[in-house]
């Protein structure tokens, strides 16, 4: 009798290991970006995020620098998932606590442009399309090109700020492309998406060694315009590491402006400045600074693909109803089918 019960149970152990396999291999349909994926769901849901854009653009036209920057750091961590919005909690950190992500902002846009479509459309529009709908437009209120964003992506159910490895601002063009490349852009896109820096702005601390004592010389960066040393000088020596903007020209119009100031040796950032030196990335930089319409249209075509990365669809992830927390996750089937076969083991 025990030697059938151990047999029913090694039996029963088998089929349920069979089962839960299959159920982990089986392959999903997923569906995919689409213009207007929000048309018969939620009507109105890019015209509320788009409300909520225009009226906190009125308050602070920098807000663009800052949902371009929130947009790039979400999407090049665990792709465009609005897993950069997520808070940490007493027992797990969150990427917001990354070093490069603490000064990221435009949280509470994201979170109003939430409140408002939770109220119109409950748990229908993802905190990730959120992000990249506020994005678009708030490019189109500081000048820039009304690009393509399709839509439909799903929230990520993991946020790990060991994951955030970012390109910094001291790395060389062939460095900082290499996380670009891993990503699938093209060294091309590279640079036209750092263009976005023409209304960036960054604290004097991520470049103050170009101001004096450049690579332990003592003295300033020899490729950065000595008059742009003196100005910046001033600017940082005012209160604890304060911000300057990256294009010190048309500081909040988004233009092609960066590339003219970059080829006048005005880059504020070391990356900034060879992409304009460096042989692989000074010809389009010349191109760019000529010709804003290719500009803006290639700009828009590399936003549109970036916005594309690693992006959840169909039933992978969640939509949030708070961006800023995972939903609260319902037992599944797949769940107690673990618990039993936990308990088989035991």
């Not at 820039?144 to 990520?156: C, E, I, K, L, Q």
């Not at 063009?173 to 699938?184: M, R």
Request: charged share 20%.
């Amino acid at each position: 009798m025990t030697k059938m019960m151990n047999n029913n149970k090694s039996t029963t152990h088998s089929s349920l290991l069979i089962v839960f396999s299959f159920l982990l291999l089986s392959p999903c349909v997923f569906a995919q970006l689409t213009p207007n994926f929000y048309k018969v769901s939620c009507p109105n849901a890019e015209q509320i995020v788009k409300q909520v854009v225009i009226e906190q653009f009125a308050k602070d036209p920098t807000i663009t620098a800052g949902l371009l920057r929130m947009h790039f750091h979400d999407c090049f961590v665990r792709g465009c998932d609005a897993s950069i919005l997520i808070n940490s909690t007493s027992s797990k950190s969150s990427e917001k606590t990354a070093g490069p992500n603490l000064t990221v902002r435009g949280f509470e846009l994201i979170d109003e442009a939430k409140r408002r479509l939770e109220a119109a459309c409950p748990s229908k529009v993802s905190c990730a399309d959120i992000i990249t709908l506020a994005t678009r437009d708030s490019v189109v209120l500081a000048g820039g090109p009304n690009y393509a964003v399709p839509t439909g992506r799903r929230d990520g159910l993991v946020s790990n700020p060991n994951d955030v490895d970012l390109p910094g601002p001291t790395q060389s063009v062939t460095s900082a492309f290499q996380t670009f490349k891993n990503k699938g852009m093209t060294l091309d896109e590279m640079v036209l998406l750092l263009g976005a820096h023409t209304v960036g702005f960054a604290h004097c601390s991520f470049f103050s060694d170009r101001l004096s004592n450049f690579q332990g010389t003592g003295k300033p960066d020899p490729t950065m315009d000595p008059a742009l040393v003196t100005k910046l000088k001033g600017l940082c020596a005012i209160g604890s590491d304060p911000k300057v903007f990256l294009d010190q020209n048309t500081s909040n119009v988004f233009d092609n402006e960066f590339y003219r100031q970059i080829r006048k040796n005005r880059g504020v950032l070391k990356i900034d400045q060879e992409l304009a030196s460096d042989p692989s990335s000074s010809s389009l930089v010349s191109t760019l600074a000529s010709n804003p319409a290719q500009f803006f249209k290639s700009f828009g075509d590399a936003m549109t693909k970036m916005g594309k990365i690693d992006v959840l669809v169909g039933t992978a992830g969640e939509i949030r109803k708070n961006c800023a927390a995972f939903n609260p996750r319902p037992k599944t089937f797949i769940d107690s089918v673990l618990d039993i076969v936990e308990k088989i083991i035991e």
